[in-house]
């Protein structure tokens, strides 16, 4: 306007020449004015080209075997976006900044196909989360369709489906981050395991696992849970590997792919005991801290919150367990099981929180018990108050009727007592609330109990459990399968000390009519391995199961099993040596069974009927670690008492044999298992074969994330199959890559050994 104005004043002053300065004149003063209205503009510069990763017409495609590391190569790629975003800095009247992304949509070719995923990724060497970026993964199929951006690019007659190549499609990612460049990325694959004839495959025989940790406050929700320490500060309880999905769902992702087959998962859930003397035994819910604002729930479990709970216990300055799992999150693990198709068992768990130190009267006489011991050990104080009196204070007095559901809230409206009873039918509440459950426990391994006896041939415990079956089938119905998981010392005869008796303490229990099947937590020795004996095959394994320590022989002493002295599995009276061979189960679901008093064998029989109901192996694992099979049970975790290695072991850790253990296992009772006469079902049903044990905490973020969770350190050596499940033996890795290269008869007899991955 400026110009404008001066240049007609100077026309008309000067002439043509006035007219000319003052249009310059003019033009000076509208810069400047636009100048002074207008902020500052900072642009950035431009990018010509893009540089990307490595990419090259024939490179060898890398052949992976189990789960291995690889660099990508570019096969593809789009030409790169420009987007500019537009922000004023400097509050009113500030610089405008133009700042310039940009984009690319490219494919990265993998290894050759078909893979059944990706682990864990890295870009630029950092671990990276794939699920923050639009991506698709192709697993490599010989039958795969084009992927529909490069169909839209290159149009429908130019797009290759890279058939037979496991590829990634990356959308539009952003290189700001990365310097303007496609960055550098590997990823580890995970590949299925070549078949061998007639070889048993762990991901072809798994059908059932336990789901721990069974402690977690926020373990098992499958709603983002966060602590907000104060305005800003978040950490997450159950976000540890995507941003967006819980842990939980990560890790059943992770089961689905690594253990395909498997339909049945026993949830593990547990509460707390505080004695081992039965009438003093509290079993109680617990939290890991006392203040911890969460969001978007509070924690909350039987009407309790988190300032009404006992803390856990802690071990050097942390908690010895993650608190009891939220009511909701159990919910919601039952629910999102049962969306992925599972038949889920709801486990109640207890878990014996005494801690290092104590002073509490030990039941076997003293003072102190032992440090976070197993539940079997709670049991009678003899000389206190009677049997009967101590296990009524343990099972206590809570009914069905007292329960009843706000929403999916079960509310407790009995006696104000922290009982075994309230545990168990709380926990049926929940699998009421989340619209019901396969089947149920009504607890396990309760050795100590079980087999006191009042009198002779009455066992209260017992009798307790059958009383809260019947309980336990009021909330649930009929539909759903009810049983109690007995240890493998537990569940058949029994021998109390000081006498010639013979008592099937549990059989009354076996034969009530609101259990279902037979549950056993079976952890019997496979092998007797000795520094110096080699290691076993599938053969020697499977000869254990039924035979060996336990069924032929045993030893009266650990001197005797350092001597190598063992004592022959005989019956001279009545010639019924199964009756004393623990793991002679196949005897014990056909057999009549009769007790022996003083000696003398009973005329009337159990009340078990032969084949009558089936065995459910509700528990069977083995540690990975040197001559795990020894012992079976034994883990590692130095605040128990119970910890401790199998006898003779080195305590190295050994993926190979623990593998070799659940394949030998499984594969002999799908072969082996005989059929009820009665009603046409397997003693044991392989679904019904429950492995321990899977994590809802996705590997390898556990056991990495040791500031998270303590007890990571004990994940190498332990029973935890995530993380070794897509392994392979290097039996079946010879088998492979002799199939190759057209080596179809390639035997492989005698080849022992376990790596996790071979490129």
Known sequence: MASLILSTIGSALFGPVGGTAGALAGSAIDQALITSLTPARIQPSRLSTLKVQGGGEGAAIPIVFGRARVTGQIIWAAQFKEQDKKRTIGGKGGQRVVERFYSISFALGLCRGPIHGLGRVWVNGEAFDLSQVTHRLYLGGEDQEPDPLIEAIEGLDFAPAFRGLAYLVFEDLVVTAFNDRIPNISVEILAPTPAEANRPRLQDLARGVCLIPGAGEFAYATTPVQTIWKPGTAQSENLHVQSARADLCV??????????????????????????????????????????????????????????????????????????????????????????????????????????????????????????????????????????????????????????????EPIYSGPAEWSYR??????????????????????????????VRSTVGHFPAVAALKSLATQVRLILGPQ????????????????????????????????????????????????????????????????????????????????????????????????????????????????????????????????????????????????????????PSVFPDP???EAGLPPFSNGTRDDGEQRLALEASLSYWQANSPISTLDGRPMIALEHIFLWTWDARPFPHFPQLQAVWGDGAHAATGHWLAGRAGGLPVRELLTGIGARAGLTNLTTDGVSGYIEGYV
């Open 251 to 408: 890790s059943l992702d992770n089961l689905a792919r690594d253990l395909p087959r498997v339909d049945h998962v026993s949830l593990v859930v547990a509460w707390f005991g505080t004695d081992l003397r039965a009438g003093q035994c509290r079993i109680e819910p617990r939290v890991d801290q006392r203040f911890k604002p969460t969001h978007p729930r509070l924690w909350r479990v039987a009407g309790f919150s988190r300032a009404d709970a006992n803390l856990v216990s802690s071990v050097d300055g942390r908690p010895a367990y993650g608190g009891t799992p939220e009511d909701a999150s159990v919910i919601e693990a039952i629910t999102e099981l049962k969306s992925r198709g599972h038949q889920v068992t709801l486990n109640p768990f207890v878990m014996m929180d005494v801690p290092t130190g104590n002073s509490l009267p030990n039941p076997q006489g003293g003072v102190g018990q032992p440090p976070y011991p197993w539940r079997g050990r709670i049991t009678c104080a003899f000389g206190a108050t009677t049997v009967e009196a101590q296990i009524t204070a343990f099972f206590g007095t809570a009914m069905a009727h007292q329960f009843s559901l706000h929403g999916q």
């Open 422 to 451: 309230r545990f168990i039918l709380h926990q049926a509440m929940l699998a009421k609330a989340a619209g019901g459950v396969e089947s149920f426990l009504i607890g396990s391994e309760l050795v100590g109990l079980t087999h």
């Open 480 to 631: 759903v399968k009810i049983g109690y998981a007995a240890d493998w010392t537990e569940y058949g005869g029994y021998n109390p000390p000081g006498s010639q008796d013979l008592c099937f303490p549990l059989d009354p229990l076996w034969a009530d009519p609101n259990i279902d099947f037979i549950g056993l937590d079976w952890y019997p020795p496979l092998t007797d391995r000795r520094a110096g004996d080699p290691k076993p095959d599938l053969a020697a394994l499977r000869a254990g199961i039924e035979g060996g320590e336990g069924f032929d022989f045993y030893y009266a002493s650990e001197a005797d099993r350092l001597a190598h002295n063992r004592a022959p599995i005989t019956d001279g009276a009545y010639q019924e040596p199964w009756v004393w061979r623990v793991k002679d189960i196949r005897s014990f679901w056909s057999q009549t069974h009769f007790e022996r008093q003083a000696g003398q064998r009973l005329t009337t029989p159990t009340p078990w009927v032969p084949q009558s109901k089936p065995i459910r192996l509700m528990e069977l694992g083995f540690p990975a670690v040197d001559k795990g099979a020894n012992r």
């Open 639 to 641: 605040k128990s008492s």
